[in-house]
């Protein structure tokens, strides 16, 4: 159990482009769900926590009219970069919380490579 | 804000030997968890420890939440353990996850 699913994997696109990035809790509700940037040979920085239903909550220096998050159900959330240049290339992490018994611990999805040209 | 410090940063073994990785917070904690980022770049969840002892086959971890550290033991270390070892702790309610810089470990056959 407690599977956390990111698609795509990988992405290349061109410097100006929108990338749309899905994350799905498969077999489990996730109220709370996490977004992480991670950049070579670094830790996991958090961006991002989203609620179903409600606005993402932006960490500070994050721009939040630069990465667009939107959590729509219990299962999905997704993560829009937008006009997205070579400085966004980084590894995209997501993470579930689950509910009631599970619901302190926190499941991670496979991450997304973004590749900016 | 809370600090995580991780050590050693770098770790390299030889096959089948043991290695201790420590977590120390400089703030008390509700949450504490150990990641293993394999090449990758999954996460994979170790353990969910925010006080005591778990074991899990040659793994196991201890935190001592009073004196805000956490450590993680590698018994018998095989090539498979090689990668980053990151500890994360949940200061408060908020449910977000402060990560350490990790400590990458390297098992050489």
């Known amino acids: 159990g407690a599977v956390v699913s990111q698609h795509p994997s990988r992405v290349i696109c061109k410097s100006g482009t929108s990338v749309k990035i899905e994350c799905r809790s498969l077999d489990f509700q996730a109220t709370t769900m996490f977004w992480y940037r991670q950049f070579p040979k670094q830790s996991l920085m958090l961006m991002a926590t989203?609620?179903?239903?409600?606005?993402?909550?932006?960490e500070q220096g994050v721009e939040k009219d630069k990465f667009l998050i939107n959590h729509a159900s219990l299962t999905l959330s997704t993560l829009t970069v937008t006009s997205a240049h070579p400085e966004d290339s980084s590894f995209y992490i997501c993470?579930?919380?689950?509910?009631?018994?599970?619901?302190?611990?926190?499941?991670f999805g496979p991450g997304t490579r973004l590749l900016v040209l | 804000g809370i600090q995580v410090e991780q050590s050693p940063p770098d770790l390299i073994l030889q096959e089948g030997a043991n290695s201790t990785l420590r977590c120390n917070f400089s703030d008390s904690v509700n949450n504490l968890q150990w990641f293993h980022q394999n090449p990758w770049g999954q996460l994979i969840n170790l353990f969910y420890i925010p006080s005591g002892t778990k074991q899990n086959g040659r793994l196991s971890a201890t935190t001592v939440a009073t004196e805000r550290y956490s450590l993680l033991y590698i018994s018998s270390s095989q090539t498979t353990d090689s990668g980053v070892y990151f500890c994360?702790?949940?200061?408060?309610?908020?449910?977000?996850?402060?990560f350490g810089q990790g400590t990458t470990l390297q098992v050489k056959p």
């Open positions: 993470s579930a919380l689950a509910g009631q018994v599970l619901r302190e611990t926190q499941y």
């Open positions: 994360a702790v949940v200061p408060g309610n908020t449910g977000k996850l402060i």
């Open positions: 989203s609620n179903e239903g409600s606005k993402a909550t932006y």
